[in-house]
Each structure stands twice: as structure tokens, then as C-alpha cells.
């Protein structure tokens, strides 16, 4: 008997090694959105600093400072993690996928063979859909959703071997340890659904008893009171009349029970119901309880035991965007659309589903395979009959229910859609929505959004079914003609399907495909004879069709290992000037990914023979986005970025408000990524302020005019009288100015209307001044770009002579003249240098290539030394103040609270200087010549300590979310380092569950030993 499932996991094994072949077995990566540019970096961190033996609790280079092992999504402490610490980020991912992938078929045979008593034939069927069907398969780049989704089914049979053994405590106990891996796997949405569908399970089996109402009564009403000590244990069994319960006997020493027998469910139950009820009613809250409390109480203990990871989780979400919740409108965002369910639940052979769902079409991918469906429809089907089939009938509808989210609240579609502008409907809308009073009455659904994610459960319960299926077709009634007569309630829910898709026909491909599919399956199942073994030639059929659907699917498109292994030029640049050890200045990249990379022919003749088109389009994305260092790449360099990307918990809230000094408030980036919102480089002393050094930008919108680059990144506006000029003048053999340029604000303007005056200064004094004129050198804003060349007249025998200073000014009696661009132009050669004159701050081009890197020269050094501070009561007071030109940045500081009495005095002669910077412990030696603050500009967060000269020291919030700490005149030493007490009193709390956990395991073994 041991064969058999030896045999089966080796299957499975196998089978993950088949799908999974390109990430597994070659040197190819996954490069998708949140593998490349979230979980990489975080892995690659995580990995460096965990082989040194030391947990990474902050994250520098990310968000100004942010905490790193409080994000939960992470998985620090997740065990199955640190098997792969020492692979590299891609491959840590790829093993992790095909061990979590094997996990899942595994459990899921475990509990369809364990707990259903299903064949081998059966359990193998809903094994190969549940691990190879779409719903995981299409999640597996959102690893962490994957690892908590694999341990579905054994949450499911713990459940039910504790609720149908008198070992209940074993079993409980175990679960809470499983439930508590979930929390670590690091994301809790996944434990919700998965905890929300066993209450469902249990609901269901609860209210199965309810049928039998006169049956159970006397024996509920006899519970624990009979003579020899028996107690009733619902349960559930093969036919209805196990689904009733039965009667169990402890151990001798009723220590076998759930804490004992005392405490067995349906005791703890009776005790209530002798305390608080009486008549009729009790029977349906004595069931409610029976099923549904070890699910309350193996929670309460599952958190417990991940609060080493979930109490500075919590810590952080009170402090971060989702400190308020969730909106309604943003939980129900990402929901299932009905008129595109066909896309979602059938395979996606020949379908582009970037096209149907966009780029995040993972989230709606539900698939079993035509043949998976049929199967799992017939073994509903039987479901009527079979006690145990109907509750995932339950299960698998409750989870395609909810994935429709916005879509199940007719009213409230027609006031979204319609717009009825009446507040009364808008409430009567509310009110009748589902998931709206679910999202206001049942604890979690305001915590979550994407619906989608509630395809889990139909996945598991259609495996499930299936399982049933595939076991009704291996009996021999299943080609009792009669059953024809059933294909009528099967076909029901695929005509429904095949109607979605009047509102988006597929191309002709897919749907023979689908019809071809549909007719062998539909003939294997109904045809009274047939040549092959029916249940075999099914089960290859399967897999052989998830095989080929998942061809469709991100992780079948891998790409070449450069994408995540070689070096930009940019990244170069900034590592080579960021020091080991000293000032670490931070980065704004404002660049796109719409350029085409300066190396893509050479691209093109390495990687295109070996890749597939899609791969190698993946490739050059991926190049593109480590150029630019997108969303959490500095996070793989270990550079200091302004923003980041996170779709958690992250940013901070303090974050966001601190983007109210570069953008509107209705427009501010609530996931962190700054970048996408700005479209301007921001004012030069507000970059300066949060220690922005460098500015990336793209060439997009520059122009090559006449053969000459004008670099338009830093356009000047000149108000009439208004002066701007540069010294910054690069050493190059001049012979014409080029500029670009244009006015508005003005009316028409007659020709040759003077409307601005360059001078160009030389080295011996001497100038030359060009009067630029309305239609001649410039054009109205309307018009298209215009460039004009002043030749430079050098006096005889200053041909040499190196320009010294260029100045604009504006002439124009009305409106603005725009200077967007300026180029000094060898005319001989046709080369040309770009020279910036802006008005917003110092900025010098240090790096011009696919991108461009500039460097803000005001910039505030990471630490500085200031000696006057204002109180401010909020953070929107503080960024309104900072938004004031004329506010002195560098020499006062904004501080939140009720710090200690301020310093007064203004004296100069100060220094500070960062000995030692590392991500959990900050150095600073600082010298006053009065009292005044040290300002960090790194982000204030609970957990951080300062001292003194080795004397504990208040930091105070500053600038809105930096830190500052009071000094007296004179030498000091500053430290910082962050030592969270949430770790402290998680580590204790799961510590102590843990042991407390042991000990009841251990107990149990050591009495059924001794039994």
C-alpha cells in the first residue's frame, strides 16, 4: 500500500518538473512586473544580509527609510523560504515555485484520499487541476500568494480529522501551526480566504444536521451526561446518515479530547447551550459552535505563533496608508466582470489575455481545462446524492460568487454606470450590495481588495469535484443510458459561458479548440462503450490540456539571465558615485520605458536566435527598466532612491503627505511610485530638502533640430525684465548658439518684435549680444518647435577664447518668454554641447546616454546641522510652510510634538560628518558653535533610538518625516539604530506559543504511546 503513494508524489514531482521546465531546469528567469522589480530585490536583500546571520529589519534605499522585515510580504520568517538563501534572487523564486507547486498536488491528494475517501484515480485528478489549473499556475510570479495557497487542502483535512477524531487537540494544534506558515508566507489575504472558506466547510456540515433535526435532538440533549462516558461528535461520513454525527469513545484518560474532554466542541457547546438557551433554537447554535469555534480558537493560536512577523506588521500598518482601510471602491477594484467569465474559467488556447484583463490578467485566470470543468460539473452533478460532494458545491460557488465583487449589486452597477444622481438610491444601492455588507459586517473584507483572489476557492472545490467526477466515471453505471438525460443540467453552466462570449467572441482557433474539447470529453463521459480505459485516456487528456493552456502564461515565457545579471550604464554611474562608506545622497528617476535602448541591434544579434519573441521582448523591458531603476531596482544596487513601489502595506502615510510638496492633492501616489505622477523636474530646493543628489530622465521629449540635440528637460520661464545666466560653460570650440524657444501670454506679436536678448561672455571680458525677434529667432507657444543659430563673432585673436558666462533675458513687454533649450554648435563638425539655464535650481548634466543624469548642486547633505526650529501641529502645516519660496530650508527645521525647549542662536562654524551608515545603525560626529538640532534626513519610525555621547536622546519628527536631535554647543558622537519593541514582544509571544504548542504535541504523543 505504501507504493501507491510514493508512485502518486513521484507523479507529481515529475509533473512540476514538466510544467515548470524552462525556470527549473535551464538558466532562464522570470522577469514579470512584481517578480523583476518586487520580489528580486527584496530576495536578493533579504538573502545577503540573513547568510551574515543577521535579520534586515530596515530597508534604506527605498521610501527615504522604511521597514523591511515589518512588511510582511517579504516572508522573513517563513521557513520554507531559507532553503533557498543561498541561490540568487531568480532562482530562489523559480525553486520556491516548483516546491510550492509539488506542495500543493501533494496535500491535495492527501486530502482527497484521507478525508473523501476518493480512489487514487480520483485524488490524483483533483490533485493535477488544483496544482496545475489556472488559478495557481497564473499566480505563481506573486510567489507569496503561492505559498500560502498550497497549504489549502491540509488546512481542510486537519479540519476534518479534528473535527471527526477524539484527537482533536493533535489535530487543532497542527492546523494552528499551518495557519500560522500561511500568515508567514506574507500575505494575509490568502490566510483570510483560506480561513473563510473552512467556515464556510464548516457552515455547511453545521446545517447538514439541521435535516435531521429530530434525530440529533436526544442525542445532543444525552451529550456528555451518558454513564460510560460517551460523547457525540458531529461528522461527517459517505452517506447521509454519517452526516447525522456519531458516537465516539475517549481514551480512558479523556485527555485526547480538544484540551480534554471537557472541552470537546460539542461539550463546550452544551455548556452553552444550558447557560443561555432554551428550546428549538439551540439546535442550530449548538452545531454553529461545534464546527466553528476550533476555527476561532486555532486562529487566535495561529497568530499567536506568527507574532513574531505579524506585531510589526501591525505596527507598520498603523502608520502607513492602510491605517484608515480600505474604501469600499477600492476593495471591490480588480473584480470578476461576468460578460468576460468565459476568459476566466476556460483555457486560454490562442487567446492574448493581456488583451482581455490587461497586464494583471493573472488575477482573473480560473481555468480547469474543458475537461477539468466537465469533470467537475459531472461530479457535482453527483453531488445530489453524496453528502460529502455537496459542501464544495458550497465552497467552489461562495468563491465564484464573491470574485464578482462590484459586479454582484445590480442598483449599485446602475448608479456607478448610469450615474442616478440621488442619494437615496445611492444608499438603497449600498444596502442591497453583497460585498458591501460584507465589507461593513464581517471582520477582514475591509482589508482587501482584488475579488479576483476568491477564485481560489473555486479552484479548490472544482478540483474537489472533479476528483468526485473522475470517480464517477470509473464506475460502471456511469454508462447507464439514462445519465444522458443529465448532460442537460451539465450543458446549463456552459451555455451561460458561451454566451459571455457573444460580448467578446474569441478567434476562431480558440473556440474549435474549445468545441473539439468539449465533444471528446462529453463522449468519454456519456458514450456507453469505449475502446480505451475511460478514466485513464481522461486523466492523460487532462494534463495534457493544462499543459498546453499554460503555454499561454508568464511563467512559459522566461527570459535570458542577463535580464536580471548585467549592468546599466546609469546604475554604474551611480554606484561609482555613491561611496562605500560616508554620504550615501539619494536619486529621483523621473524616465519612462517608451525609449528604445542605445544596444538593442547588438541585443538583437545575441539573444533573438535564442529566445522566442516574447522573451526577448521581456529582455529588452527588463533592460529598459534597470536603466531607468524602476519601482524597487535600487533596492538590488543598494541605492538610495526617493521613492519606491510597494502594493501592500507601504508607503508610509507621512510619505504621501510628503508629496504634497511636488503634487497636487487630489493626485498623489498612494503605492509610492512618485515617479509616474511627476512630469517635471521639481523645484530644485524641495529635491534638496529630502537629499535628492540625482535626477534620471529620458530623451523623449528633447529634439534633434537641424542635425543639432537640445536637451528640453529644464525648461526656463522669463517674466519681462527677468535675467537667468550659467558660468557652468563645458570647454568645447563653439562657433554658433542653437536655441529653442517660444513666448505666451502675449497677444500677436508683430514681426521682428523684440521679445529677448542673449550675451555671451568671454574670457577676456569681452561680450556679443544677439537680439532674438518674434517670428524670426522665436514663435508663439502654438506654433511647432523653432531653432535658431547665433554665430559667435569672436574678436580677431580670441578665437581660443573659452565662453565664460551665457545670460537671457527677456525683453518682452507682456507675457513669458520660454527658453527651453540651448546648445553650443561646432558648426564645421555638427556636434553641439547642451547647456542648462533653468530657473527651478542648479542642476549639472553628469550622464547622458539612453538616459540622462543630472546633479542637483544645492542639495542638503544627508545629515546638516541647523539652529532654529518651529513648532508645527500637523504635517499639512509643516508642507505648507516648506512650500514657501522664501522659507530658509537649510536653516530652520519643522519639527512635530512637543519636543525639548528649543535652541536659539545662528552662529556658523558647525560640521557634521557620517562616520558609519548602515541600514539598522547610523554614526554621526557633530560640532556645534551653539545649541541647535541635527537634522537626518532619513525617515522617522517607531523603534528608533538616538544617543548622545552614549546618553539616550528624544528624536523628534522633522520636516515632516525625517529626524532630529537636540545638541548643545560643543563635540558629540550621535547614534542611531533601530531596535523595534514589536519584535521584541513577538519574538516572545511566538517563542512561548511555540513551546506551549510543543508540549501539548509532545503530551498527546507521549499518551497515545503509552495508550
Known amino acids: 500500500m505504501k507504493a501507491k503513494p510514493i508512485f502518486a508524489s513521484l507523479i507529481l514531482i515529475m509533473l512540476t518538473l514538466l510544467f515548470f521546465w524552462k525556470i527549473l531546469l535551464t538558466n532562464l528567469i522570470l522577469v514579470g512586473v512584481d517578480t523583476f522589480l518586487y520580489f528580486y530585490p527584496y530576495k536578493s536583500y533579504a538573502a545577503e544580509v540573513m547568510r551574515q546571520g543577521q535579520l534586515p529589519l530596515w530597508n534604506p534605499y527605498l521610501f527615504m527609510g522604511a521597514p523591511l522585515l515589518a512588511n510582511s510580504q517579504v516572508g522573513l520568517f517563513y521557513p520554507l523560504n531559507w532553503l533557498f538563501l543561498w541561490l540568487d534572487a531568480p532562482k530562489q523564486v523559480a525553486w520556491s515555485i516548483g516546491l510550492h507547486i509539488a506542495l500543493a498536488g501533494g496535500l491535495m491528494l492527501a486530502f482527497t484520499r484521507q478525508s473523501l475517501g476518493l480512489s487514487w484515480l480520483g485524488s490524483m485528478t483533483a490533485a493535477i487541476l488544483f496544482a496545475f489549473g489556472g488559478t495557481i499556475c497564473a499566480q505563481v510570479e506573486h510567489v507569496n500568494q503561492l505559498n500560502g495557497a498550497a497549504w489549502l487542502p491540509l488546512l481542510f483535512l486537519l479540519y476534518d480529522l479534528g473535527i471527526n477524531s477524539s484527537r482533536q487537540r493533535h489535530w487543532f494544534l497542527l492546523m494552528a501551526l499551518v495557519v500560522a506558515l500561511t500568515l508567514l508566507a506574507g500575505h494575509a489575504q490568502t490566510t483570510f480566504i483560506s480561513l473563510f472558506g473552512l467556515g464556510l466547510y464548516g457552515l455547511w456540515q453545521a ?6 433535526y429530530d434525530s440529533i435532538l436526544p442525542r445532543i440533549s444525552r451529550m456528555g451526561e451518558s454513564a460510560n462516558g460517551r460523547v457525540f461528535t458531529p461528522t461527517p461520513g459517505p452517506s447521509p446518515s454519517e452526516g447525522e454525527g456519531r458516537l465516539l469513545t475517549p481514551s480512558p484518560d479523556s485527555g485526547e479530547g480538544w484540551g480534554g474532554g471537557s472541552l470537546q466542541p460539542c461539550n463546550l457547546a452544551y455548556s452553552w447551550q444550558k447557560m443561555f438557551f432554551r428550546g428549538e433554537q439551540l439546535q442550530l447554535f449548538t452545531r454553529l459552535l461545534a464546527y466553528l469555534t476550533p476555527l476561532i480558537v486555532v486562529s487566535i493560536l495561529a497568530v499567536a505563533l506568527a507574532a513574531i512577523q505579524l506585531l510589526p506588521t501591525a505596527e507598520l500598518s498603523g502608520l502607513s496608508i492602510r491605517r484608515d482601510g480600505l474604501t469600499f471602491q477600492e476593495v471591490v477594484s480588480f473584480s470578476t466582470n461576468p460578460t468576460l467569465l468565459a476568459y476566466s474559467l476556460l483555457p486560454p488556447f490562442g487567446v492574448d489575455l493581456t488583451q482581455i484583463f490587461g497586464e494583471t490578467f493573472s488575477e482573473w485566470v ?9 469533470l467537475a460539473l459531472w461530479g457535482g452533478l453527483s453531488a445530489i446524492w453524496q453528502v460529502r460532494a455537496r459542501r464544495f458545491v458550497f465552497v467552489a460557488a461562495c468563491g465564484l460568487g464573491l470574485s464578482f465583487g462590484l ?12 450615474g442616478i444622481n440621488s442619494s437615496l438610491f445611492y444608499l438603497l444601492a449600498r444596502l442591497t450590495h453583497p460585498y458591501y455588507l460584507l465589507y461593513r459586517l464581517v471582520p477582514g473584507f475591509a482589508l482587501f481588495r482584488v475579488p479576483a483572489r476568491w477564485l481560489l476557492l473555486y479552484a479548490f472545490g472544482m478540483a474537489v469535484l472533479a476528483g468526485f467526477g473522475m470517480d464517477r466515471l470509473a464506475d460502471s453505471r456511469s454508462n447507464d443510458p439514462h445519465y444522458w438525460r443529465y448532460a442537460l443540467f451539465i450543458s446549463l453552466p456552459l451555455l451561460f459561458l458561451m454566451g459571455t462570449l457573444l460580448w467578446n467572441p474569441p478567434a476562431l482557433f480558440t473556440l474549435t479548440v474549445w468545441l473539439t474539447l468539449f465533444l471528446v470529453t462529453g463522449t468519454l463521459i456519456f458514450a456507453p462503450t469505449f475502446p480505451l480505459p475511460r478514466s485513464m485516456t481522461m486523466l492523460i487528456i487532462l494534463t495534457i490540456e493544462l499543459f498546453c493552456a499554460a503555454q499561454s502564461l508568464n511563467y512559459n515565457q522566461p527570459t535570458a539571465p542577463q535580464a536580471y ?8 554611474f551611480l554606484r561609482s558615485v555613491t561611496p562605500p562608506t560616508g554620504v550615501p545622497d539619494r536619486f529621483l528617476s523621473l524616465s519612462g520605458i517608451t525609449y528604445d535602448p542605445g544596444d538593442y541591434h547588438d541585443m538583437a544579434q545575441i539573444y533573438k536566435p535564442a529566445l522566442s519573441p516574447q522573451a526577448f521582448y521581456k529582455l529588452v523591458v527588463a533592460t529598459k527598466q534597470k536603466e531607468v531603476l524602476f519601482f524597487n531596482l535600487p533596492l538590488l544596487y543598494r541605492l538610495y532612491s526617493v521613492d519606491g513601489y510597494d502594493g501592500g502595506i507601504l508607503p508610509l502615510s507621512q510619505f504621501v ?6 503634487l497636487p492633492a487630489n493626485n498623489l501616489s498612494t503605492d509610492g511610485r512618485l515617479r509616474e505622477k511627476l512630469r517635471h523636474v521639481p523645484s530644485g530646493r524641495l529635491l534638496s530638502l529630502i537629499n535628492a543628489r540625482w535626477i534620471i530622465t529620458d ?8 542635425g543639432i540635440f537640445y536637451d528640453l528637460q529644464f525648461p526656463s520661464s522669463l517674466s519681462p525684465g527677468e535675467t537667468i545666466s550659467t558660468t557652468d560653460i563645458p570647454p568645447f570650440p563653439a562657433t554658433a548658439i542653437g536655441l529653442v524657444s517660444h513666448f505666451s501670454g502675449a497677444a500677436i506679436l508683430p514681426p521682428n518684435t523684440l521679445v529677448a536678448k542673449v550675451t555671451v561672455m568671454f574670457g577676456d571680458g569681452s561680450s556679443q549680444t544677439f537680439n532674438l525677434k518674434a517670428g524670426v529667432d522665436t514663435t508663439d507657444s502654438i506654433s511647432p518647435a523653432k ?3 547665433l554665430p559667435i563673432a569672436r574678436p580677431k585673436g580670441l578665437s581660443q577664447s573659452k565662453i565664460t558666462q551665457i545670460s537671457v533675458t527677456a525683453t518682452i513687454t507682456t507675457g513669458q518668454f520660454i527658453l527651453r533649450g540651448l546648445s553650443l554648435i561646432h558648426q564645421p563638425t555638427q556636434t553641439s554641447r547642451s547647456i542648462i539655464l533653468s530657473t527651478e535650481g542648479n542642476y549639472h548634466s553628469v550622464h547622458s546616454g539612453d538616459v540622462k543624469i543630472y546633479e542637483n548642486r544645492a542639495v542638503l547633505p544627508r545629515a546638516y546641522i541647523v539652529h532654529q526650529a518651529k513648532i508645527v501641529s500637523t504635517d499639512d502645516e509643516a508642507i505648507t510652510m516648506l512650500q514657501d519660496p522664501d522659507f530658509p530650508i537649510a536653516d530652520i527645521v519643522l519639527l512635530k510634538g512637543s519636543p525639548k525647549p528649543l535652541p536659539t542662536g545662528d552662529l556658523r562654524g558647525d560640521d557634521s560628518k557620517i562616520v558609519s551608515y548602515k541600514p539598522e545603525r547610523v554614526e554621526i560626529t557633530a560640532t556645534l558653535a551653539s545649541s541647535g538640532w541635527l537634522v537626518l534626513s532619513d525617515t522617522y519610525y517607531p523603534g528608533w533610538q538616538a544617543t548622545v555621547d552614549g546618553q539616550p536622546a528624544e528624536i523628534s519628527q522633522a520636516n515632516v518625516m525625517f529626524r532630529a536631535v537636540a545638541l548643545s554647543a560643543g563635540e558629540h558622537t550621535v547614534l542611531f539604530e533601530f531596535k523595534p519593541r514589536s519584535l521584541q514582544i513577538g519574538a516572545w509571544v511566538s517563542g512561548m506559543t511555540l513551546v506551549g504548542l510543543l508540549i501539548g504535541l509532545g503530551k498527546f504523543k507521549y499518551r497515545h504511546i503509552e495508550g
Open 699 to 706: 530623451k523623449v521629449f528633447d529634439a534633434w533640430i537641424d
Open 787 to 789: 531653432a535658431t543659430h
Open 565 to 572: 545579471n548585467s549592468m546599466r550604464n546609469s546604475v554604474a
Open 657 to 662: 503627505t510628503m508629496q504634497k510638496l511636488f
Open 207 to 212: 446545517g447538514e444536521g439541521i435535516t435531521h
Open 407 to 418: 459586479f454582484l449589486g445590480p442598483l449599485y452597477l446602475v448608479d456607478v454606470y448610469v
Open 366 to 374: 480560473a481555468y480547469l481545462g474543458i475537461s477539468g470543468l466537465l
